[in-house]
């Protein structure tokens, strides 16, 4: 049972907490009144709660509201209730601002500040490993955010405390700013530093694989669990990959309890000496050997980010937010014997030596210089493939013999030079980008706006690259670019591949063809597909749109209400997803197609 002799409780006369399952909440389609303002969007969704972007029309500003689910336990309930107040007592640059609390058809909400920008999970999704410099910049900020948390003294529910403990701190509950900063959120299971950690159920909170052992192990959590928590967030941004990946729970709860994790020093990747040793100390079993406070491991970065630029963590972040990388960055991790194999082998060796047979290659040894050998065969028979698809040119002709020289006082004309082999189109793309990677070459091509080139590229490929995911995504841009739609159509319908991008693209293509149920068909599976190669917002962006054109092709066809209602809920969603970017075109192609079936819904209809 839990110890609530310490522990916050509900405010006498507080609301009774039972509260209708029947309520239904807000879709973020449509304006309804939500806290100061109206429903724009909706950000997300949990277990406990839904977040919701407002536009809050006296102010002129957007905001974020975080509404409680209908059917949420009174133990939810209770932790929402200390989640406001413990939030509301927190004003720092790194932490979400919270505005004012309200409710909702009887449900308790926040009202917060709306953050422009991306969640860490996010980001890293999208893009893989995190440049060094930008992950020593996210770690500062929140090491920043910790000690002040760790230090703030507050009074609640009528007793005072010193610090707070986060308890969940994981990439999807840090923001990315587009302006520079990094702010910490949802201080929804967060307590003071001397209350006790246990639901009323005895079961643990947090999401699993940023938790400490600590936490796991059903002990009394301090700061240090933060600070564990901290590093399993750089660990994967650095790497691009969790710490503890594993999925199935019993699994995962022993690697978590033995804190069993890939070290970073196997990731192929250039991580400093101080940065490895720095996160790893933070994710020690042991928290007394962990780092002691957000203080000290806040002082380790700040010197180790002078160090690596002179600029600011804050235009670090700036400038990675608003920089577009050209690719996801997935980090290898290097090849390493077993210890028990590295021990089999020196066995073997030394035995050797005493018989006096040993040779200086191992297995290990003789295994990297045949995949060495098989991959420099590999390269010669895909230059021997490109050299067979392209003709060879005709071989220069041959000087016709020289007759008989008489006996002249005028001198024999030299022998003219052999005519120069011109060089073929993957030979000038090869000497242009210095390499023979032809994918590189490929994408180069494409960045510059080369199209033509990229197209010819990929049918120089050798069959297995060009059926790449990679490879076919970055062909059929070009051929969108080229606007080549027979080509493309047939290129789309002889490469099956389970990517957003592709999806969308199939969708114009069905859509131009006037296919429309195809198309939306398409565009939703397009939001339910991984994506590799193409940002998240112009994904949606362009989901939405073509969304809308379809769905204002049935108004066209068949001007009824309901399809009148579905074209307007189709371009309001265009319109809330660029809210702010006024000036795009899909923008206003959305204001004018809003007015114009707008004025012949009502012309049919009078």
């Known amino acids: 049972m839990q110890d609530t002799k310490d522990n916050p409780r509900p405010e006498p006369g507080a609301a009774p907490t039972q509260f209708r399952s029947a309520i239904i909440l807000p879709d973020g389609r449509k304006p309804i009144p939500l806290g100061s303002g109206v429903v724009t969007a909706l950000l997300g969704e949990g277990g406990m709660a839904n977040v919701y972007e407002i536009w809050n ?3 002129e500003v957007h905001r974020a509201v975080k509404l409680l689910h209908p059917n949420c336990s009174d133990e939810s309930k209770q932790r929402f209730q200390t989640e406001i107040k413990i939030t509301a007592k927190l004003h720092h640059p790194n932490i979400i601002e919270i505005h004012g609390v309200g409710q909702w058809n009887g449900l308790p909400l926040i009202e917060m500040e709306k953050i422009d920008g991306y969640t860490l999970e996010n980001l890293v999704y999208d893009r893989g490993a995190l440049p060094i410099t930008a992950c020593t910049a996210i770690g500062i900020m ?12 507050y009074v609640i529910y009528g007793k005072q405390y010193h610090g707070i403990i986060h308890r969940d701190l994981k990439p999807s509950n840090i923001m990315v700013c587009k302006d520079g900063a990094v702010k910490l959120m949802d201080f929804g299971i967060a307590r003071p530093t001397d209350a006790s950690i246990h639901t009323t ?23 240090r669990t933060d600070i564990y928590s901290l590093g399993t967030t750089l660990y994967e941004a650095l790497t691009g990959v969790q710490a503890f990946p594993e999925r199935n729970v019993s699994k995962l709860m022993m690697n978590k309890i033995r804190n069993e994790y890939k070290p970073l020093d196997e990731f192929a990747i250039k991580i400093p000496l101080r940065l490895k040793r720095l996160i790893h100390r933070c994710m020690v079993h042991d928290r007394d050997k962990r780092i002691a406070s957000a203080a000290l491991l806040l002082n380790e970065l700040e010197k180790l980010h002078k160090s690596l630029t002179l600029d600011t963590p804050d235009q670090v972040i700036k400038q990675l937010v608003t920089t577009s990388p050209a690719e996801k960055i997935v980090v290898a991790t290097r090849r390493r014997l077993p210890l028990r194999a590295i021990a089999a082998v ?104 080369n199209h033509l080139n990229a197209s010819m590229v990929y049918k120089q490929m050798p069959a297995g690259l060009a059926r790449s995911t990679k490879a076919v995504i970055y062909n059929m841009r070009a051929l969108a670019a080229l606007g080549n739609t027979a080509e493309l159509e047939r290129f789309l319908a002889s490469h099956a591949v389970d990517d957003a991008e592709v999806h969308l693209q199939e969708a114009k293509v069905a859509f131009r063809k006037s296919r429309y ?29 073509y969304k809308a054109l379809c769905a204002t092709a049935a108004f066209d066809r068949q001007p009824s209400e309901h399809n009148y209602k579905s074209a307007l809920d189709a371009w309001f969603q265009v319109r809330t997803e660029l809210r702010s970017s006024p000036e795009h075109a899909y923008n206003k192609k959305a204001v004018s197609e809003t007015q114009r079936i707008g004025e012949l819904y009502r012309k049919n209809k009078g």
Do not use: C, W
């Open 201 to 223: 159920d005895g079961s643990i909170l947090g999401t699993m694989q940023y938790l400490s052992p600590e936490q796991l192990d059903g002990k009394e959590p301090d700061i």
């Open 346 to 449: 020196l066995v073997v060796a030394f035995g050797l030596l005493g018989a006096g047979l040993i040779t200086r290659t191992i297995q290990a040894a003789r295994q990297e210089k045949e995949a060495k050998i098989a991959a420099q065969k590999a390269r010669e028979e895909a230059r021997a493939a490109l050299r067979e698809k392209e003709p060879e040119p005709p071989p220069a002709p041959r000087p016709a013999a020289a007759a008989p020289q008489q006996v002249s006082v005028r001198k024999a004309r030299p022998a003219p030079a052999p005519a120069r082999k011109p060089k073929t189109f993957t030979e000038k793309m090869t000497e242009r980008h210095g390499t023979d990677d032809l994918l590189e070459i490929m994408v180069a091509e494409a960045g510059r706006g």
């Open 517 to 545: 149920a195809e198309a939306e068909q398409l565009l939703d599976r397009a939001l339910r597909s991984p994506r590799q190669f193409i940002d998240s917002d112009k994904l949606r962006r362009d989901v939405y749109y």
């Open 142 to 153: 929140i090491s920043r955010a910790l000690k002040y948390a760790h230090n703030q003294v």
């Open 57 to 59: 029309s006296q102010l």
